[in-house]
């Protein structure tokens, strides 16, 4: 059984830091790219950043600068780092997983469209509040 979870979530205030972290069990990780995504209220789920089997990486413009997207191949797990936030940064983030044999079949991932992702956890929130 395939399982995402998120966590590292929280409330902060505009400024601030928070990394994100998500373990994934029961599929071979390293066939999939990874990514983030959110969701604010009454809002659209968008595409954060991703990262494909070779390390490289995708981000949004809205976070660029801002947020860093890694993760532990040999601890299955993916990471954001998000620094300087803001209030427009409050949503619930989710990782998501694309089946990807090598780096040029992330066709969603690297385009931080969220239709062809495989697997979904259930999101962490974050707020960011003063």
């Known amino acids: 059984q395939v399982q995402l979870a998120e966590s590292g979530g929280g409330s902060v205030q505009p400024g601030g830091s928070l990394r994100l972290s998500c373990t994934v069990s029961?599929?071979?990780?390293?066939?999939?790219?990874m990514g983030w995504f959110r969701q604010a209220p009454g809002k659209e789920r968008e595409g954060v950043a991703a990262i494909d089997n070779d390390g490289r990486t995708t981000y949004a413009d809205s976070v660029k600068g801002r947020f860093t997207i890694s993760q532990d191949n040999a601890n299955e797990s993916l990471y954001l780092q998000m620094n300087s936030l803001k209030a427009e940064d409050t949503a619930m983030y989710y990782c998501a997983a694309e089946l990807a044999l090598q780096s040029e079949d992330c066709y969603s991932a690297s385009r931080l469209e969220d239709y062809g992702m495989d697997y979904w956890g259930k999101g962490t929130l974050v707020t960011i509040a003063s």
């Open positions: 029961g599929l071979t990780y390293s066939t999939y790219c």
